[in-house]
């Protein structure tokens, strides 16, 4: 057998794939497509990397440096994209509409037909540029909402969260009806949706279903919003984003946590933010009970009052806590002005004490056992 032959008819005949043919070899397709969109990529890529290290040596503001980034991606993927299609034409040549006319019909062949809706392949994928669009829709009405706008009609954040949440999902739901009806999806014909609802519901979407109401219910009663300060799952950190179905909150170690709705409506939450940002913080410390206790606590109460976090508007209090084994016990409870500052607020308070004690001579005892040995035997106290 001459393999020479054989490759050569494999490579020089026209590709095929099942009946239908192609207008072009396995070679010319090597040579017209894959190798100049391998070679395009590589390009892609050079100038990618090259832009981002000049814009990273260049003195440009951080956020200018992003945005540039982001449209230099952008564009380049564009590009790329634009390529595939140039290539594409001139490999099929004046038979591209001929294919594109097949493979139009196989996708528009229905595969859920009831009353006057067709829904078909074409349908499907058409879906998805379509909740895309009304997803950018729902996030630019968020943001030409400006909150200075939102402060002149005499919103809290608490409302004008709700208020931005319902507008944004709004539009989307407009945005996303008008979309399926332009696709061909008949809006009259409801009862196919639910049907569908009801029959995904029946397979496993009841933890949607449920996280979507109580996403909805989070954005009517607002239990926390985005900005807050909260503790839940042994994780404290920010609210960064309250979605449909989720939300994600980022921790103090600077992790991404993505929490269901469901959860957040179901068990308790701590919300340090709900109503007022100001928060108490605790510190304890013990002197000995050699320590003249009045003076311990005029010069805590002066600390205290330095504190850079402080909240002036509200009281704060020093109170002797209990006399323990070693030492006289004090809390000192300071107001501050955020919850973000607290564990900053807490390091600040400790570490004057510890430089104001050592400057004053004052004593911070430690646990410690007495020996004392009597006729010869060992007495513990």
Do not use: C
């Amino acid at each position: 057998m001459d393999y020479s032959e054989v490759l050569k008819k494999i490579l020089m005949n026209s590709l095929k794939i099942g009946v239908v043919e192609f207008p072009f070899t396995l070679l010319e397709l090597f040579l017209k497509l894959l190798l100049p969109l391998v070679f395009i990529f590589i390009i892609y890529r050079l100038l990618n990397m090259g832009i981002k290290r000049l814009l990273d040596k260049s003195s440009f503001k951080e956020e200018l440096v992003r945005g540039i980034k982001l449209w230099v991606k952008r564009i380049l993927r564009f590009g790329f994209v634009i390529s595939v299609f140039i290539l594409t034409g001139r490999l099929f040549g004046a038979k591209i509409y001929e294919y594109l006319r097949m493979i139009t019909d196989i996708l528009n062949q229905p595969i859920i037909q009831s009353g006057n809706t067709k829904i078909s392949f074409l349908t499907l994928i058409l879906i998805i540029p379509v909740f895309y669009l009304a997803s950018w829709t729902g996030k630019a009405s968020k943001g030409f909402v400006s909150k200075n706008l939102m402060e002149r009609m005499g919103l809290d954040d608490a409302r004008q969260f709700s208020f931005i949440s319902l507008l944004r999902y709004g539009v989307m739901i407009i945005v996303f009806l008008i979309g399926l009806s332009i696709i061909g999806v008949n809006l009259s014909s409801i009862t196919v949706i639910f049907g569908v609802l009801g029959i995904g519901i029946g397979f496993g979407l009841q933890t949607v279903v449920a996280n979507l109401f109580a996403g909805i219910i989070i954005i009517l009663s607002r239990p926390i919003k985005e900005g807050d300060r909260i503790f839940v799952y042994n994780y404290e950190g920010t609210v960064i984003q309250v979605r449909i179905l989720s939300t994600v909150i980022n921790t103090l170690t600077n992790e991404t946590i993505i929490v269901p709705n469901a959860h957040l409506v179901s068990d308790p939450v701590h919300n340090y933010s709900y109503s007022d940002r100001s928060i108490v913080i605790r510190n304890n410390i013990g002197v000995s009970y050699n320590t003249d206790l009045d003076y311990v606590l005029t010069i805590l109460e002066e600390l205290v009052s330095r504190n850079p976090f402080l909240d002036s508007t509200k009281e704060n209090n020093i109170r002797v806590k209990e006399f323990g084994a070693s030492s006289i016990d004090i809390a000192i409870f300071t107001w501050i002005k955020d919850v973000s500052d607290k564990f900053d607020a807490h390091h600040w308070t400790n570490m004057e004490i510890w430089r104001m004690f050592k400057a004053k001579g004052i004593e911070i005892p430690f646990a410690q056992m007495d020996l004392h040995i009597k006729d010869g035997k060992l007495d513990k106290d």
